[in-house]
T-cell receptor, first 117, second 111 residues
Framework: AQKVTQAQTEISVVEKEDVTLDCVYETRDTTYYLFWYKQPPSGELVFLIRRNSFDEQNEISGRYSWNFQKSTSSFNFTITASQVVDSAVYFC??????????????FGQGTRLTINP | SQTIHQWPATLVQPVGSPLSLECTVE??????LYWYRQAAGRGLQLLFYSVGIGQISSEVPQNLSASRPQDRQFILSSKKLLLSDSGFYLC??????????FGQGTRLTVV
């Protein structure tokens, strides 16, 4: 069965520090997708990135970067020069194909990130 | 562009009362639709999903049910709420092989 582990329940750093959120996954599928979502205090889930299992290139988007390593089944997320607005709960998720091609998501427990001014 | 609407935003219901949460999507056809629940301090769990009108797949046996009466409408229901049904309910839509886009969520408190 699919499983996602985010071992860091809470992280607190001072603004401008770099911070890495860890994500480890388990799957027997050869093709799958990995995702990161941000949940600000308002509650909605904001999509950040989707990564195909065949694409191990790291990705950078502004202050955000993602490191996908299939050998260790990890998909870690780094925020560089953190800002107070980055404070949120971050979820890592793994796709699990359902009936009719539905993309079910298996979520980790989330990491609550607090950026202090 | 596609948008997803979910209502109500908050709801307080007594134990044993019925429930109906509605979700609609605009700007796309034949989307896959999902209901997730986030219990307090926990991750998100998929409850139901649908790949077409009248087609419902249940992930977790429970006190809830789902229906899809129209292509872009997804409803979560209960005949009699339990205290354990409290949580944050999120509707989402997507297509095969793409990310899921979530609604604003409904915070349900059963008292």
């Amino acid at each position: 069965a699919q499983k996602v582990t985010q071992a860091q329940t809470e992280i607190s750093v001072v603004e401008k520090e770099d911070v890495t959120l860890d994500c480890v996954y388990e799957t027997r599928d050869t093709t799958y997708y990995l995702f990161w979502y941000k949940q600000p205090p308002s509650g909605e889930l904001v999509f950040l990135i989707r990564r195909n299992s065949f694409d191990e290139q790291n990705e950078i988007s502004g202050r955000y970067s993602w490191n996908f390593q299939k050998s260790t089944s990890s998909f870690n997320f780094t925020i560089t020069a953190s800002q107070v607005v980055d404070s949120a709960v971050y979820f890592c998720a793994l796709s699990d194909e359902g009936v009719g091609g539905a993309q079910k998501l298996v979520f980790g427990q989330g990491t609550r990130l607090t950026i202090n001014p | 562009s596609q948008t997803i609407h979910q209502w109500p935003a908050t709801l307080v219901q007594p134990v044993g009362s019925p429930l109906s949460l509605e979700c609609t999507v605009e700007g796309t056809s034949n989307p896959n639709l999902y209901w997730y629940r986030q219990a307090a301090g926990r991750g998100l769990q998929l409850l139901f999903y649908s790949v077409g009108i009248g087609q419902i797949s249940s992930e977790v046996p429970q006190n809830l049910s789902a229906s899809r009466p129209q292509d872009r409408q997804f409803i979560l229901s209960s005949k009699k709420l339990l205290l354990s049904d409290s949580g944050f309910y999120l509707c989402a839509w997507g297509t095969a092989g793409t990310e899921a886009f979530f609604g604003q969520g409904t915070r349900l408190t059963v008292v």
